[in-house]
């Protein structure tokens, strides 16, 4: 079965940092194409980051671009999302996703990880 | 930035059908995929290409798409179905999520 286990999550202070990863098992990790998507609390979901399958395309919503780093190791089957510069607007549940190989879309979720930004 | 504007919330009976539109411009020529939330759940992929079900979701799952709104229809609706519903489409390299719906089983 597919599984995605993220981790990392916790409370920081404005300006301060945090590392998630999600830990891949079930399936061939370095033939997909992998993203992180948050859900601030009570508010709807919103992409945060993808990455392709061999590394060769990264992109990011504006809203991270320049803070956030994604990065995945194939090799450990897992993807991590680097963290810096935080803000209280960065507060949310964090979700490992798999993309689907035929359509942009999520076909596999990990349970989520939640940050909180506060001083 | 393109925008997918869903309905804050929609109330159905049990056994009835519900309808969940999205609306975006022009968004019939893209492909559209529907999540399900359930509370303290991850989503759950329940239409992708505007009418396929992944593996596992229920025939009563359907979706439509055409000109500057796509549908996602939910059949003999059940209360196990109370949930957020979200749209979502993939536009200039970037991955859109439409607003959400509660939709509420009475």
């Known amino acids: 079965d597919v599984q995605l286990v993220e981790s990392g999550g916790g409370l920081v202070k404005p300006g301060g940092s945090l590392t998630l990863s999600c830990a891949a098992s079930?399936?061939?990790?370095?033939?997909?194409?992998m993203n992180w998507v948050r859900q601030a609390p009570g508010k709807g979901l919103e992409w945060v980051s993808s990455?392709?399958?061999?590394?060769?395309?990264?992109d990011y919503a504006d809203s991270v671009k320049g803070r956030f780093t994604i990065s995945r190791d194939n090799a450990k089957n897992s993807l991590l999302l680097q963290m810096d510069s935080l803000r209280v607007d960065d507060t949310a549940v964090y979700y490992c996703?798999?993309?689907?190989?035929?359509?942009?879309?999520?076909?596999?979720w990990g349970q989520g990880v939640r940050v909180t930004v506060s001083s | 930035s393109y925008v997918l504007t869903q309905p804050p919330s929609v109330s159905v009976a049990p056994g009835k059908t519900a309808k969940i539109s999205c609306g975006g411009s022009?968004?019939?020529?893209?492909?559209v995929h529907w999540y399900q939330q359930k509370p303290g759940q991850a989503p759950l992929l329940v239409v992708y290409?505007?009418?396929d079900r992944p593996s596992g979701i229920p025939e009563r799952f359907s979706g439509s798409n055409s000109g500057n709104a796509a549908t996602l229809t939910i059949s003999r609706v059940e209360a196990g179905d109370e949930a957020d519903y979200y749209c979502?489409?993939?536009?200039?390299?970037?991955?859109?999520f439409g607003t959400g719906t509660q939709v509420t089983v009475v």
């Open positions: 079930g399936f061939t990790f370095s033939t997909y194409n």
């Open positions: 022009n968004i019939g020529s893209k492909s």
């Open positions: 979502q489409v993939w536009d200039d390299n970037s991955y859109v």
């Open positions: 990455i392709s399958s061999r590394n060769s395309y990264i």
């Open positions: 290409d505007d009418s």
């Open positions: 996703a798999r993309e689907d190989i035929a359509a942009p879309a999520f076909d596999y």
